[in-house]
């Protein structure tokens, strides 16, 4: 078994009971990458700062140093900030952008013994569901080539899938976790607003990134949270909420757990192998013990045009700072896609559209989570498909961004809604990877790991 | 419905060549009269949501704490003169 195949929790045995070394496995993700370089998944490979950290790394865990990820190669969508390390945000505007600063969540990785490995490609600002608006060229599915691997984090998701690196940590304003994890077949986690530090990370909109991970499977998604999460003095917008031991959950089954199942993410549009697939998925968990219960959340029809407000009202703000004067070039260098988010953003904001656009979104906002808040009195999580369809063939969408928008149909509602989203793989159609989302209140992490390991236990 | 595209590139100073206007025109109308269907919601009791944290007034101990030196802050900029960023006349 090659060692890049391992989970977090196997390699971090292997590496403490020294049966090999952390500069094994950072050869072998290394030569994974170099193996599979036509997938586009990384713009910038740091081969030799990894390895002289997993010398370091090697040497503490002689002297019996015991860190969370010590020794454990990862990789960072290109939006996370790395000081000494360019940061292009998947645009030719921030080609030659080297951060005087880190990231808290670098930090915090980094404190925790994590070795970067590299940046990986994504949607030019996070602009994308298919991965192919990178100014860096678009990513292919490791599963299937000529397919997408979704967006936008398209690299970070592909590096697990392709096993090039251990956990990569991406940004989800939309579904971009969720969907690229539904398509490679890895774990991914949107966390609650505000759970994780948005410090030192390229801001696409302010009231709805989230900062989350691929990993694996559920128990490495969990300990990746529980080092990523917490209180950050700069970052104004994180509640004073403990972090839980996420990892006391993976062991308590769903017996008794109530989950809702939403008629609306049910309805047409939504490829019928997908429903057949998530309905069989719900059916085994009711097995195990849990309470399956048929909901509603009736303004899920409204969720993607309020988002295609929002998003870009935040966005066009967002990016006015790129001036080019004290970073970055200027700003006829901004692609197709930012460029028609700026406009439709400065759009909705503008002198006497505000009203119509703008504040109306922000009502059914409210709606949309008033949804939400009534379906968790009744059930604990919520379980959807994550994508009405199975990964796309490149170029299929590209010249029509409204298609593209509406892939994001199933996912937007979380990043309205605030609330947390694990998409599990299910099982593959057609050869390509299918998932399922996991949707709980605000702060429900723990319990979507719990319905998470479970699915997971099942099909051992 | 209608969208200036020139108008609103201007107010987002963002250069676009002609056929730029043209294509985009035509997408942000596609895009815009699909989010039409929010005016099928009645909102009248509504309030907006902003941002759905709660926080409200979030401020941090006035301290003085460790920042970048000034040839940091200047690392990434392509113009610069006597340690200070050389930005376009705007008077």
Same mark, same amino acid.
């Given at each position: &078994?090659?060692?890049?195949?391992?989970?977090?929790?196997?390699?971090?045995?292997?590496?403490?009971?020294?049966?090999?070394?952390?500069?094994?496995?950072?050869?072998?993700?290394?030569?994974?990458?170099?193996?599979?370089?036509?997938?586009?998944?990384?713009?910038?490979?740091?081969?030799? +700062? @990894?390895?002289?950290?997993?010398?370091?790394?090697?040497?503490?865990?002689? $002297?019996?140093? #015991?860190?969370?990820?010590? !020794?454990?190669?990862?990789?960072?969508?290109?939006?996370?900030?790395?000081?000494?390390?360019? =940061?292009?945000? !998947?645009?030719?505007?921030? $080609? #030659?952008?080297?951060?005087?600063?880190? *990231?808290?969540?670098?930090?915090?990785?980094?404190?925790?013994?994590?070795?970067?490995?590299?940046?990986?490609?994504?949607? *030019?600002?996070?602009?994308?569901?298919?991965? +192919?608006?990178?100014?860096?060229?678009?990513?292919?599915?490791?599963?299937?080539?000529?397919?997408?691997?979704?967006?936008?984090?398209?690299?970070?998701?592909?590096?697990?899938?392709?096993?090039?690196?251990?956990?990569?940590?991406?940004?989800?304003?939309?579904?971009?976790?969720?969907?690229?994890?539904?398509?490679?077949? %890895?774990?991914?986690?949107?966390?609650?607003? !505000?759970?994780?530090?948005?410090?030192?990370?390229?801001?696409? @909109?302010?009231?709805?990134?989230?900062?989350?991970?691929?990993?694996?499977?559920? #128990?490495?998604?969990?300990?990746?949270?529980?080092?990523?999460?917490?209180?950050? /003095?700069?970052?104004? =917008?994180?509640?004073?909420?403990?972090?839980?031991?996420?990892?006391?959950?993976?062991?308590?089954?769903?017996?008794?757990?109530?989950?809702?199942?939403?008629?609306?993410?049910?309805?047409?549009?939504?490829?019928?192998?997908?429903?057949?697939?998530?309905?069989?998925?719900?059916?085994?968990?009711?097995?195990?013990?849990?309470?399956? +219960?048929?909901?509603?959340?009736?303004?899920?029809?409204?969720?993607? @045009?309020?988002?295609?407000?929002?998003?870009?009202?935040? %966005?066009?703000?967002?990016?006015?700072?790129? #001036?080019?004067?004290?970073?970055?070039?200027?700003?006829?260098?901004?692609? $197709?896609?930012?460029?028609?988010?700026? &406009?439709?953003?400065?759009?909705? /904001?503008?002198?006497?559209?505000?009203?119509?656009?703008?504040?109306?979104?922000?009502?059914?906002?409210?709606?949309?989570?008033?949804?939400?808040?009534?379906?968790?009195?009744?059930? $604990?999580?919520?379980?959807?498909?994550?994508?009405?369809?199975?990964?796309?063939?490149?170029?299929?969408? =590209?010249?029509?961004?409204?298609?593209?928008?509406?892939?994001?149909?199933?996912?937007?509602?979380?990043?309205?809604?605030?609330?947390?989203?694990?998409?599990?793989?299910?099982?593959?159609?057609?050869?390509?990877? %299918?998932?399922?989302?996991?949707?709980?209140?605000?702060?429900?992490?723990?319990?979507?790991?719990?319905?998470?390991?479970?699915?997971?236990?099942?099909? /051992? | &419905?209608?969208?200036?595209?020139?108008?609103?590139?201007?107010?987002?100073?963002?250069?676009?060549?002609?056929?730029?206007?043209?294509?985009?025109?035509?997408?942000?109308?596609?895009?815009?009269?699909?989010?039409?269907?929010?005016?099928?919601?009645?909102?009248?009791?509504?309030?907006? =949501?902003?941002?759905?944290?709660?926080?409200?007034?979030?401020?941090?101990?006035?301290? @003085?704490?460790?920042?970048?030196?000034?040839?940091?802050?200047?690392?990434?900029?392509?113009?610069?003169?006597?340690?200070?960023?050389?930005?376009?006349?705007?008077?």
């Amino acid at each position: &078994m090659s060692l890049n195949t391992l989970s977090i929790k196997k390699a971090r045995e292997g590496l403490s009971k020294r049966q090999f070394s952390s500069v094994e496995l950072v050869r072998a993700c290394i030569s994974k990458i170099k193996e599979r370089k036509n997938l586009n998944a990384f713009i910038t490979v740091c081969e030799k +700062e @990894a390895l002289e950290k997993a010398r370091q790394s090697d040497k503490k865990i002689k $002297d019996r140093i #015991d860190l969370p990820l010590l !020794g454990i190669p990862i990789s960072l969508k290109d939006i996370y900030l790395t000081k000494g390390i360019r =940061t292009t945000a !998947g645009s030719k505007v921030l $080609d #030659d952008y080297i951060p005087q600063y880190n *990231a808290t969540v670098v930090k915090k990785l980094e404190d925790v013994g994590a070795i970067i490995i590299g940046k990986t490609n994504c949607d *030019a600002w996070a602009h994308g569901s298919s991965g +192919e608006n990178s100014d860096y060229g678009h990513t292919k599915n490791p599963w299937s080539e000529a397919h997408v691997p979704g967006g936008s984090s398209s690299g970070s998701a592909v590096s697990v899938a392709a096993k090039m690196s251990f956990a990569s940590m991406g940004s989800d304003t939309g579904g971009s976790i969720r969907l690229p994890a539904s398509f490679c077949d %890895v774990v991914g986690l949107k966390p609650t607003y !505000g759970r994780v530090s948005r410090y030192g990370i390229v801001a696409m @909109a302010s009231s709805l990134d989230s900062i989350g991970h691929f990993t694996k499977n559920t #128990d490495d998604s969990a300990l990746m949270l529980s080092v990523t999460a917490g209180k950050d /003095l700069n970052d104004s =917008t994180m509640p004073s909420k403990n972090v839980e031991s996420y990892e006391s959950y993976l062991r308590r089954g769903v017996k008794g757990v109530k989950i809702g199942i939403p008629k609306e993410y049910f309805a047409l549009g939504l490829d019928k192998r997908i429903k057949d697939n998530v309905i069989k998925s719900v059916k085994s968990l009711e097995k195990e013990g849990a309470k399956i +219960e048929s909901i509603s959340l009736p303004n899920t029809e409204y969720a993607t @045009a309020c988002y295609y407000i929002i998003q870009p009202a935040e %966005v066009s703000s967002n990016l006015a700072r790129y #001036d080019g004067i004290r970073y970055g070039s200027a700003r006829q260098n901004f692609g $197709d896609e930012a460029k028609r988010r700026i &406009m439709l953003g400065t759009y909705v /904001l503008s002198s006497g559209y505000y009203d119509a656009y703008y504040k109306r979104a922000m009502q059914v906002r409210t709606l949309i989570k008033k949804d939400f808040d009534e379906a968790f009195k009744k059930v $604990d999580v919520i379980i959807t498909p994550v994508s009405p369809t199975l990964a796309w063939k490149l170029g299929e969408k =590209t010249s029509d961004p409204l298609l593209m928008y509406l892939s994001d149909i199933y996912t937007v509602t979380a990043n309205l809604a605030g609330i947390p989203g694990l998409s599990v793989p299910i099982g593959f159609i057609d050869d390509l990877p %299918v998932g399922m989302q996991i949707l709980g209140p605000q702060f429900s992490e723990g319990k979507l790991f719990q319905v998470g390991k479970a699915w997971e236990n099942i099909n /051992l | &419905m209608k969208i200036n595209v020139k108008h609103i590139a201007k107010l987002a100073n963002l250069p676009l060549s002609v056929e730029e206007e043209i294509k985009f025109e035509k997408q942000l109308l596609e895009i815009l009269s699909y989010v039409e269907k929010l005016k099928k919601i009645d909102t009248k009791n509504a309030k907006i =949501t902003s941002q759905i944290t709660g926080l409200e007034n979030v401020t941090s101990e006035d301290k @003085a704490s460790p920042s970048l030196t000034q040839d940091e802050s200047l690392s990434n900029s392509k113009s610069n003169h006597n340690g200070l960023f050389k930005v376009p006349k705007i008077l």
